[in-house]
């Protein structure tokens, strides 16, 4: 049988991808036709997303694919960042731009909802992380405001572009258990959290899994892209991390993952949800993945932290290269200044170095002074913060692992692999780096039964597919140990 062509667009905080992956029985192939940025617009107060540039750059992509697959694409799936929305009138008209995770009119929201069901009951319930811009907090933010009150329909951001693309709306699950409104053992809503939060769940339309038909493009669609129709749409695991980790190609399952981006995802994918008090008390999350699957991981802040300095310097005038910095990071004294990346004081953008200094300062450790010096402490810093989350999420759910895998944009960043291999002291496997995009495009592969099996055997063919980096863990173990006893005695100290 001959490849097919799919378009996998996903859609991240920086920029958006289309890709197209030709995928056979033996075969997959992945190759960028088009990527964008995508740049938060700040109007007044409030950080948006700019939704229409991002479709324009989505019908772009999927002209490209069509262009690079002679005219035809045997489908198209999506996915993107979570928790974010788009409100629809009765007209099925969008009430203004999604706001951004980052904004910070969700401050306070967390006290207004603890006041409602207090944050054990919420756990119990659902099993997610509290992080302040989780959905829940994003609506009660919104409580009262003439948009809320004129939506009829609530469309999560994957789901807004499937939406405009074929005409038809859904809620795909593995995002909408990024809401805090879904239960991880039933997979499906929780009224009762819903009814005590006073969220009306009659604003998502029906929940749809990962191999769910998500309807066809639209004649419009067709005649903006080029393609010729029918091109169907297949719901894949739409949360991008859901997606990124189906592309984890791991054997068995002894191994923890690493999800690296503008976020670090790490944990364990599991058949069932840990809803422990030890578990909140770590703030781990349950998401859902494909498959049955529950993704057992915390955020780590991730190379936002590297992301923002870089900005923060271009915008004083001293823009750096990072290849430049990487290999100066690489000879730089290890260890020497460390920051918590878990924290969420550093997850508003802005003045990144000044408040990466400060905490350092506040932990008693110097201050790092040249770009160099920084980026050698975001990396041992997020060594760490991975060590952590692979050691916590193996002692909460009772389950080991014996090799990390490191997926995303992180997995090109030889340094970053190479210390979070020194701090666990486990054996790294680092690619693809695309993983969200493949996972995309092999749920769609096997609904149109290109390849069948579980998530086994689409990871088996990553790894006859995919070139792939190995680490061993080399390094000081005894400086890890103290820093790491370090970082978590202050993380305990900031929590208490
Ligand atoms: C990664 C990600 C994380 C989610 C964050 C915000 O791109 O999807 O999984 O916590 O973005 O949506």
Redesign the pocket.
Known sequence: TTPQPFAAVDL??SSGRVMLARVGPETLDLREVHRFPNRPVRVGRTLHWDVLALYRGVLDGLRAAGAAAGGRLAGVGID?????YGLLDESGALLGNPVH?RDTRTDGAAEKVAALLPPRELYAATGLQH?P?NTVYQLVAARGTPQLAAARRLLMIPDLIAYWLTGEAGTEITNAS?TQLVDPRTRTWSPVVAARLGIDLGLFPPLRSPGDPAGTLLPEVLAETGLAGPVPMTVVGS???AS?VVGVPATGDDFAYI?T???S?AGLELDRPVLTEESRAANF?N?LGVDGTVRY?R?IM?LWLLQECLRAWEAGGEPQDLAALLAGAADAAPLRSVVDAGDPAFLVPGGMPRRIAEACARAGLPEPRTPVEFTRCVLDSLALAHRRAVEDAQALSGRTAGTVHIVGGGAHNALLCQLTADATGLPVVAGPAEA?ALGNALVQARAAGVVDGGLPRLRALLRATQPLRYYDPAGDRAAWDEAADRITGRARTARE
Do not use: K, P, R
């Open positions: 991240g905080a993107s960042w979570a928790v974010d995770y992080l811009f990024t949360h991008d991390t990124a999800a981006g503008t976020w995802l999350t998401e991981l955020n991730g969200a």
